[in-house]
């Protein structure tokens, strides 16, 4: 089992930039697949990012794609996603999780461990 733990969230302005990070508990966090999701007021959760164990092959939400960036360190159990030229639309709750298969995914229901988010605000 994995305790996830997201930070860096906050208010910025359209434009602006933020890094997120996920910090993973436990001596296994390189045998997960690693992913990022955003669920906004009133809609569903939605994929975002996800890396491979080795960090390598990243994959992107094609809203999100030349904008975004994950990457992970698996010698601090931190899995990142760098943010730049946010827009309002990017506004959500920003979730990591973990998933034990081998293939990435991009259905929530597919990982098996969730952060508890952190929020994320542009204005306008």
């Known amino acids: 089992q994995v305790q996830l733990v997201e930070s860096g969230g906050g208010l910025v302005q359209a434009g602006g930039s933020l890094r997120l990070s996920c910090a993973a508990s436990g001596r296994t966090f390189s045998s997960y697949i690693m992913g990022w999701f955003r669920q906004a007021p009133g809609k569903e959760r939605e994929f975002v990012a996800a890396i491979s164990r080795s960090g390598v092959n990243p994959s992107y939400a094609d809203s999100v794609k030349g904008r975004f960036s994950i990457s992970r360190d698996n010698a601090k159990n931190t899995v990142y996603v760098q943010m730049n030229s946010l827009k309002p639309e990017d506004t959500a709750v920003y979730y990591c999780?973990?998933?034990?298969?081998?293939?990435?995914?991009?259905?929530?229901?597919?990982?098996?461990?969730w952060g508890q988010g952190t929020q994320v605000t542009v204005s306008s």
């Open positions: 999780a973990a998933d034990t298969s081998i293939y990435f995914h991009t259905r929530p229901d597919d990982y098996d461990y």
